[in-house]
């Protein structure tokens, strides 16, 4: 291991304070989401992604400061050599190079996260198949980044020691192209769910909100665009100082992500109908109790859905979210036998005497 770097300047005080600042932030919100599907649902496979993620980031932040207290981040490349040696310039080199493979696999996982979340909100086949779609490119532009991070420099050693001879490409347009690719996959992510959301039979002020809800990843959107203006400028050479901004708005990126993810699952923790453990404030419905569901029941009986209750503008102590849901109901099962002689005599398993959609499955023995 290195000899610690003392902390001297304002650019190596600012990575600290940012990579804390996005360990904590995309720490408290998944530890809120955790809690609110502990209230209302339990967890399915897009919170085992989303703490996956975590994980990820946490490491993403945690090179970010060793690189700072053992690699010299903050000054510059020729001061590093002078004053604390060619060892901590290497360890840099090859801290910033596990820097961009940790920030592709937490940007991956976030974003299946939302792929899988999509999956449980709106669990219906174009859905599903247009999820692994989407899935799929992102995983394959990951693991393309990953490859082109380990191949952008030959031999691998060029990257930490340019003294070696070799060839390395381009690593401002590598980043620049990387983050492209990530603001047409929020793209995305964005639009997918946007047509199931524009089906429901839903207020429209309330679809605006679910619309807002599962759109807020454009927030993440300004911090990649301003990163993108700063790649250009990007001295390799003497990434130690000219690559403090651009790290710390890669850094921040994943964490906001994160944090912005979990947002539409924390209604649960404001107290509001959590009794209906079945029921999240917008689904299709699911299994697991997460779904977006109808404005209100009809009450001229178009509609067989049970009622939950009535909407706000009969109820004022409603607080105005939907309040009808497609639940879940044991289905009867009929048997019919028909003899030869045409007879028929049936007999019901199950008898339900509410308002729900039924599904019936028969058997007909004949001979």
């Avoid at 420099?153 to 390395?168: K, M």
């Avoid at 964005?190 to 679910?210: D, E, F, G, S």
């Amino acid at each position: 291991m290195v000899a610690p770097v003392p902390i001297e300047n304002g650019s190596q005080v600012g990575i600290l304070v940012a990579s804390s600042t996005s360990i904590f932030i995309a720490a408290f919100f998944v530890g809120l989401r955790l809690l609110s599907k502990h209230i209302n649902s339990g967890f399915d496979y897009s919170d085992y992604c989303m703490v996956a993620a975590l994980l990820c980031n946490t490491a993403l932040h945690t090179c970010c400061m060793v690189l700072v207290t053992h690699g010299g981040f903050g000054f510059h490349i020729a001061e590093i050599y002078t004053r604390f040696g060619p060892e901590t310039a290497t360890f840099f080199f090859k801290g910033i190079m596990t820097f961009a493979l940790l920030w592709n696999a937490t940007v991956c996982l976030s974003k299946l996260s939302v792929l899988l979340m999509y999956i449980t909100l709106i669990p219906v086949r174009s859905m599903l198949v247009w999820s692994r779609c989407i899935g799929g490119l992102i995983i394959a532009w990951n693991t393309g980044s990953i490859i082109g991070a380990l191949l952008i420099c030959r031999p691998l050693a060029r990257n930490w020691d340019f003294s070696i001879p070799g060839t390395c490409g381009s690593q401002p347009a590598y980043y620049f192209a990387l983050g492209m690719i990530n603001i047409f996959t929020d793209i995305f992510l964005i639009v997918l769910p946007m047509p199931y959301l524009y089906k429901l039979h839903m207020a429209t002020r309330k679809k605006l909100i679910a619309g807002a809800l599962l759109s807020i990843g454009i927030v993440t959107w300004v911090v990649t665009i301003y990163r993108q203006t700063c790649l250009p400028g990007l001295d390799f050479q003497d990434m130690t100082h000219s690559g403090v901004l651009a790290t710390i708005l890669s850094g921040l990126e994943p964490a906001i992500a994160i944090a912005l993810a979990c947002l539409p699952l924390l209604r649960p923790l404001l107290g509001r109908n959590n009794s209906a453990k079945n029921a999240s404030s917008y689904g299709y419905g699911s299994s697991t109790g997460s779904g977006i569901h109808s404005k209100k029941a009809t009450r001229n009986g178009s509609r067989p859905f049970t009622e939950l209750d009535e909407d706000h503008e009969d109820n004022p102590d409603s607080d105005g979210s939907s309040q009808i849901q497609l639940q879940p109901v044991k289905p009867p099962y009929e048997v019919k036998v028909s003899p030869r002689s045409g007879a028929t005599r049936s007999k019901s398993l199950a008898s339900i005497n509410t308002q729900a959609i039924l599904v019936k499955t028969s058997w007909e023995v004949t001979r």
